[in-house]
């Protein structure tokens, strides 16, 4: 079997399409929800605690000997990306949620109780066997 008709029949499996999909679908969320901290969650967050802009905060260390520009630690970025962690991975377990609750088969009914007979016959073996 050549590497091509190999690759060929590896790339048109249906996990590997459905995988592709779901990757293009999830960067494109990615954008959508950063884009929604962006320009809403962090500017109300912002201005509840007294104007302070996330991606501005950091601490200064010190210049750089070389450059003598300030050496900064911007961990407004951090926080601005893990907003946007949480709100995604947020979004995909409700998403996750309804998807299982979709899939879960109805549950299924209790069994009919045995014919009297056999209730019967049952309860005669049980005392016979206490004997």
Not at 56 to 69: C, M, R, W
């Amino acid at each position: 079997m050549s590497l091509v008709s190999e690759f060929k029949e590896f790339a048109m499996k249906g996990n590997v399409i459905d995988m592709a999909v779901g990757i293009v679908i999830g960067a494109a969320f990615g954008k959508i929800v950063s884009s929604f901290v962006n320009a809403l969650v962090m500017p109300a967050l912002g201005w509840v605690i007294g104007g302070a802009d996330f991606s501005q905060l950091g601490v200064t260390l010190g210049d750089n000997a070389a450059t003598g520009e300030p050496v900064v630690i911007q961990y407004g970025q951090f926080v601005q990306a893990l907003v946007d962690f949480l709100i995604i991975a947020a979004a995909i377990f409700m998403a996750l949620k309804a998807i299982n609750r979709l899939r879960k088969p109805a549950s299924a009914a209790a069994p009919p109780p045995p014919p009297r007979e056999e209730m019967l016959l049952t309860e005669i073996r049980d005392l016979l066997r206490q004997r």
